[in-house]
C-alpha cells in the first residue's frame, strides 16, 4: 500500500504538533510547512516529519511543496492581529487558503481538511469574520474539502487554561470582561482524532464539523478552574460591559494582547453548538476538567 504523504501548514504550533503526530503514528508522511521556526519549535516536531520553512501565502512554493501530496491540511491561525483594522487576520485567513487553493488546484491535489472556529462569518470581530470568509472560498474551491469549526482548544500548552495560569500566578484577585460569555471547551486530542478519522473518511468530503466538549462553561468558569487546577484561591471579578470594553482598550496596547478589542468583540457571541461533529466522526468529547492537571503541566 502506497504511503500518504499529507502536507500541514501550521504544523508546528499547538494543534499542530498534535495532529502531527497522530498521524505519523498511523503511518502517513508528513511534511510541515512555516514561514520561520525557533529553536525550541524546531526541538518539539515530531521526529519522522519533515519540515520545509518558506512562504506559505506563495502559491508557487506551496505548488512546489505539494507536487507528490495527497492531502492538505490548513491549521494556519493566530489569536491578534497588529493594530485592529482586520487586515492581518485577512492575510492569514483569507490570503493563505487562496493561495494553497490555488496551489492545490494547480497540482491537482483535491482533498483539503481545514481549520475554521465556531461563529466563523458571525458578529463584529475581525478575527471571526475572516474566519467566515476563509470558509467561503472553501466551499467554493471544486476541491475535496472538509471544515472544522472548534470552541476554544484545551490542552498542554493551550492558549486558554495557560494563558490565564500566567495571569493568576502574581494577581490575588483578577478582573475580566466578558466574564458571561459561554464555552464548550474541546480537548486537543478529540479535535486530532476528528481531523485524522475525517482524512480517512470519505463521506467527510464537502462537511463541516463543529466540535465542542461535553461540558458549557463561562469565561469566569475557566478562569476560576485555571486557579484550581494550581491550588490558588483566586477571586475573579466579572466586569460591567463598559468596564470590560474598557479593559480591551487598554489591552490593546499591552505587550503580547492578553486582550485585544477583536478579542472583546468576539466575547458578545457565546462559543457553543449543538450540534456534535465529534460524534458525527466516531469520537467520544473528553470533559476537560478532569484533563486540568496534564493541562497545567505543560504552561
Known amino acids: 500500500m502506497t504511503q500518504r ?28 510547512l512555516s ?14 516529519a519533515s519540515l520545509i520553512e518558506g512562504d506559505v501565502s506563495d502559491a508557487d512554493f506551496l505548488a ?8 492538505a491540511i490548513n491549521l494556519v491561525g493566530i489569536l491578534n492581529e497588529k493594530g485592529d483594522n482586520g487586515r492581518g487576520f485577512e492575510h492569514v485567513f483569507v490570503g493563505i487558503t487562496d493561495a494553497l487553493i490555488e496551489a492545490m488546484t494547480r497540482m491537482g491535489v483535491r482533498r483539503l481538511l481545514q481549520m475554521s472556529a465556531l461563529n466563523a462569518g458571525r458578529g463584529d470581530s ?14 467554493a474551491s471544486g476541491l475535496d474539502w472538509t471544515l472544522f469549526r472548534p470552541s476554544v482548544i484545551a490542552g498542554p500548552g493551550d492558549g486558554l487554561f495557560c494563558r490565564f495560569d500566567g495571569l493568576l500566578k502574581f494577581a490575588p484577585a483578577l478582573p475580566i470582561g466578558g466574564a458571561g460569555a459561554r464555552f464548550q471547551p474541546v480537548w486537543v486530542g478529540d479535535v486530532v482524532d476528528a481531523f ?29 478552574l485555571a486557579a484550581r487546577g494550581r491550588g ?16 480591551a482598550e487598554i489591552g490593546e496596547w499591552l505587550p503580547g494582547k492578553p486582550i485585544s478589542r477583536d478579542n472583546w468583540r468576539s466575547l458578545q457571541l457565546d462559543s457553543v453548538s449543538l450540534e456534535d461533529g465529534l460524534r458525527r466522526l466516531g469520537v467520544t468529547p473528553t470533559a476537560v476538567e478532569p484533563k486540568l492537571a496534564e493541562i497545567l503541566a505543560g504552561c
Open 5 to 32: 504523504h499529507v502536507v500541514i501548514l501550521g504544523g508546528t504550533g499547538f494543534v499542530g504538533r498534535h495532529l502531527v503526530a497522530r498521524l505519523l503514528s498511523g503511518g502517513d508522511r508528513i511534511t510541515v
Open 126 to 139: 475581525h478575527y471571526l469574520q475572516s474566519r467566515g470568509r476563509a470558509e467561503q472560498h472553501v466551499r
Open 196 to 224: 485524522a478519522k475525517a482524512l480517512d473518511e470519505p463521506r467527510s468530503i464537502g462537511q463541516s464539523y463543529d466540535l465542542v466538549g461535553p461540558d458549557v462553561l463561562t469565561l469566569k468558569q475557566i478562569v476560576k
Open 35 to 48: 514561514r520561520g521556526v525557533d529553536a525550541r519549535k524546531r526541538a518539539m516536531k515530531p521526529q519522522g
Open 64 to 71: 512546489a511543496v505539494l507536487d507528490d501530496a495527497d492531502a
Open 232 to 247: 490558588r484561591h483566586r477571586i475573579v471579578i466579572g466586569l460591567p460591559p463598559a468596564l470590560g470594553k474598557l479593559q
